[in-house]
């Protein structure tokens, strides 16, 4: 009698277990509602299940419970939550393979012990806590990957799918699992093999994906920045010729009042000191590339607020290259450069730039002292600041795309970045 009692315990959990976990992994909430909906199929099932039992065997009950269980699950799923048929056919198939924990604990604890029942309450007691497990912490995460696109569930959702089909073909359906068939016994490990590396290959591509993509977002965040330099700079230089305009018409009506009074001399040192105030006002230029213009003028600027001397040595025409992506090199270069040495004297700061065109190849160098010396791993430096150390990735990463070359050495105590584009 007891024996019955936990038999039907353990049944009537299972079909419970496997109905409120497949909707769980599917990604349906479970309100009160979805619940009560649950539990309307759960009766229906286990009444069917039930019948057929007691009128037959429950061997039949196990050759028909995909129809009588999983199918009416999958299209509960399908029709009324508007599930995919993938997304629901890899969430029945996930909640029937963790079944069998409960189902290795119970045959190895009645194996031990001899005991029937004890075998039935381990596998009560497994069943139980893998179900709270699964639904309080997995499901949010496998539902969050069922709910994607058909070829994602498919790659995560093919060793529960195969599993499902290989213990009913092997096990229920015909004797192979257990009739010591070497072909039957190897063909789980065969297939194992064969997903895992697909698996790795797939995931690869799809982390080379994700890198593509954050570089990308890099590009144009660092394209944004630059933008922003280049607006501020002209912003910058649209003031200056507004208050030179302002300035303009005191110093004429100063000028007026000195040649009125015959002071030719005054005169001249207003004038002087007049054409000084407008040199400075106008943006210097490096070579014929506005964009190149922008940013030398902009780090010249930045150069001489913080007493590091810019050498510059600029022979180049027009850009070759894609302007954007070079942009984005030479202030990352330049913005290195000046942070590297943000820490050392004033006395023997400076930074060394040469850009030229040589046989239809751009040269980039960029020099400069350093206070510490950097870490090198695979020939980046690295910086143990947070936030910091991305420049240089950013700058070999569109090198390459750029189809050139990039290098960063240090040389005594200087640091040397060289691009070849």
Not at 200 to 217: F, G, P, Q, T
Not at 234 to 260: P, T, W, Y
Not at 366 to 385: A, R
Request: charged content about 20%; proline content about 2%; some cysteine.
């Amino acid at each position: 009698m007891i024996n019955t009692i936990f038999f039907f315990l353990h049944y009537t959990l299972v079909l419970l277990f496997g109905l409120v976990l497949s909707a769980a992994l599917a990604g349906v909430r479970l309100s009160q509602k979805n619940i009560r909906i649950i539990f309307v199929l759960f009766a229906l099932c286990g009444l069917v299940q039930t019948a057929v039992y007691v009128l037959f065997n429950e061997m039949l009950v196990w050759r028909i419970y995909p129809l009588i269980t999983h199918l009416p699950t999958v299209l509960l799923l399908c029709l009324y939550y508007r599930k995919r048929i993938v997304t629901a056919i890899a969430a029945v198939t996930s909640a029937y393979l963790l079944c069998q924990p409960a189902k290795w604990f119970g045959l190895f604890l009645e194996a031990l012990t001899e005991q029937y029942v004890v075998g039935q309450i381990a596998q009560i007691i497994t069943l139980l806590t893998v179900g709270f497990i699964a639904i309080r912490y997995l499901g949010s995460y496998i539902s969050e990957i069922y709910t994607k696109d058909n070829r994602s569930v498919l790659i995560f959702g093919i060793i529960p799918i195969v599993y499902y089909l290989f213990d009913y073909t092997m096990g229920i359906y015909t004797d192979f699992w257990i009739s010591n068939n070497r072909i039957t016994a190897e063909f789980l490990p065969f297939f194992l093999c064969i997903v895992y590396f697909i698996f790795c290959i797939v995931y690869y591509k799809e982390y080379e994906k994700k890198s593509d993509a954050e570089r990308k977002e890099q590009i144009i965040r660092i394209t944004a920045e630059q933008q922003a330099k280049e607006r501020e700079a002209v912003l910058r230089n649209e003031q200056e010729l507004r208050l030179l305009r302002h300035d303009m018409r005191l110093f004429l009506s100063s000028l007026a009042i000195c040649i009125d009074d015959g002071d030719a001399r005054k005169a001249k040192e207003m004038i002087s000191t007049f054409s000084s105030h407008v040199e400075g006002t106008a943006l210097k230029r490096f070579c014929e590339n506005s964009t190149v213009n922008y940013i030398l003028s902009d780090f010249a600027s930045r150069c001489g607020k913080l007493h590091v001397e810019f050498i510059p040595t600029v022979e180049i025409a027009e850009l070759v290259s894609d302007e954007i992506m070079f942009a984005s090199i030479l202030s990352n270069a330049l913005d290195n450069a000046l942070n590297a040495q943000k820490d050392l004297p004033e006395d023997i700061r400076y930074i060394k730039l040469m850009l030229k065109t040589f046989d239809d190849k751009l040269l980039l160098s960029v020099k400069n002292p350093f206070k510490k010396k950097p870490v090198f791993v695979d020939g980046l430096p690295i910086s143990g600041q947070k936030g910091h150390g991305y420049g240089t990735q950013s700058i070999r990463y569109m090198t390459e795309r750029l189809g050139g070359n990039c290098q960063f050495t240090v040389q005594d105590k200087t640091f040397l970045t060289q691009v070849i584009i």
